[in-house]
């Protein structure tokens, strides 16, 4: 009978193992089902944090750059009427010089005034400048000094564009590349 005893008492021991290990199994089993369900929630809220973040970095570089886009639009604008009021004050200019309706006149050095080369030496009371000889102009080298003097005026006028650009440029914006398809 002592080794029925020790029989049941060792096969009551292995079962109350066997039960102990069973229960201790799955209790560790649950503990590590929720560590890694913490885990999973965590990393997921992290990844969505850092897709809001993505979505909210863009949005703010695309009101950026529309801004920008904007002012470069406004300063192209602003740069081509002037351009174009240049071009139109320089065509008045030219008519008024061909239809001899305004004429040139240049200051002569007292030097020139002496030998007169063909030139008048009087003014007229209607003068801007007193007291001074001039010489008119022929009206066809006129129309070439306004040619270039409109020149000078729109390559004035682009400059101020361009550094207009490079003013925004330098103040951290960043210039608006090309389109990529």
């Known amino acids: 009978m002592m080794t029925l005893n020790c029989r ?3 096969l009551a021991l292995l079962l ?8 201790a199994w799955q209790w560790q089993a649950n503990s590590y089902g929720k560590v890694l369900s913490d885990q999973a929630r965590d990393h997921k809220t992290e990844r969505e944090a850092a897709a809001t973040a993505v979505i909210d970095w863009k949005a703010k570089e695309q009101t ?10 406004a300063n192209d604008e602003t740069h081509y009427k002037e351009l174009l009021d240049a071009q139109q004050t320089q065509a008045r200019l030219r008519d008024r010089l061909a239809t001899a ?10 030097d020139a005034q002496g030998g007169g080369g063909g030139l008048s030496a009087t003014t007229s009371t209607g ?3 007193h ?14 000094i306004v040619a270039i003097a409109g020149d000078g005026d729109q390559g004035l006028t682009a400059l101020a564009a361009c550094q207009a650009y490079a003013r925004e440029v330098r103040a951290g914006t960043p210039p608006i590349l090309p389109a990529t398809e």
């Open 8 to 10: 049941l008492a060792a």
């Open 16 to 23: 109350g193992l066997a039960l102990g290990g069973r229960v």
């Open 64 to 73: 950026q750059r529309r801004a920008l886009e904007d002012r470069l639009q």
């Open 101 to 110: 309706d305004l004429r040139l006149s240049v200051l002569l050095t007292p």
């Open 127 to 129: 003068g801007v400048v």
């Open 131 to 144: 007291g001074s000889a001039r010489g008119e102009l022929d009206p066809a080298h006129a129309q070439r």
